[in-house]
């Protein structure tokens, strides 16, 4: 089984308006993180938002939340306000205590399109 | 964040050669990760180097293919040995920031093989 899921290769987005890019996960390790990037087209790997497996709340970093919930296992990327910059492939990852809670399993990844 | 330097940034490169990745941390870190992105797809750690020991590597990648260097705490090199075709890539270095558990990757090199 896929350790971590995006179930959207591709979200359009208005200016301005809000997007959510979907992310679940598979885990039986009680300690792991959740982690979003961005990539655009030059090819580097922006880190965008982190949560921890234990945190309260959800983690926020400017116009990025993260939408946790560990019941469902999902752990979703809110993007307010959007801007043209934003358009980029975002991936969602994960890491385990299990596997030495320091390397990332990626997802398939979203890429994100914001028009004018 | 950590600031991370590859070198270089990409390359064309004839299928036989080999190439060394460079990867430049402005801090100490214990343990660096190289991983490669094929064309469309996401991310897959080739190995973790740690300073002073060979590095480990995952399943489906030998030291042979992609030796490993980790001379010091702020500094690694990846080479992609007899390079084919299926060899082109994006490979990326990364660390982690200890204090708050975030892993941040270098700007990326892209490697092209004809």
Do not use: H
């Not at chain 2, 002073?52 to 030291?63: D, L």
């Not at chain 2, 990846?78 to 990364?94: K, R």
């Amino acid at each position: 089984a896929q350790k971590i899921t995006q179930t959207q290769p591709g979200m359009f987005v208005q200016e301005k308006e809000a997007v959510t890019l979907d992310c679940t996960y598979d885990t039986s390790d009680p300690s792991y993180g959740l982690f979003w990037y961005k990539q655009p087209s030059s090819g580097e790997m922006i880190f965008l938002i982190y949560q921890g497996s234990y945190d309260q709340q959800n983690a926020t970093e400017g116009r990025y939340s993260l939408n946790f919930q560990k019941a469902r296992k999902s752990a979703n990327l809110v993007i307010s306000a959007s801007q043209l910059g934003d358009s980029a492939m975002y991936f969602c990852a994960m890491r385990e205590a299990s596997s030495g809670y320091s390397t990332l399993t990626f997802g398939k990844g979203t890429m994100l399109l914001v028009s004018p | 964040s950590a600031v991370i330097s590859q070198k270089p940034s990409r390359d064309i490169c004839q299928r036989g050669t080999s190439l060394t990745i460079q990867c430049q941390v402005d801090s100490q870190v214990t343990m660096m990760f190289w991983y490669r992105q094929q064309p469309g797809q996401s991310l897959t750690l080739i190995a973790t180097a740690n300073q002073g020991s060979e590095a480990t590597y995952e399943s489906g990648f030998v030291i042979d293919k992609f030796p490993i260097s980790r001379p010091n705490l702020t500094f690694s090199t990846l080479t992609v040995s007899n390079m084919s075709p299926e060899d082109s890539s994006i490979y990326l270095c990364s660390v982690e920031r200890r204090e708050t558990g975030e892993l941040f990757f270098g700007e990326g090199s892209r490697l092209t093989v004809l």
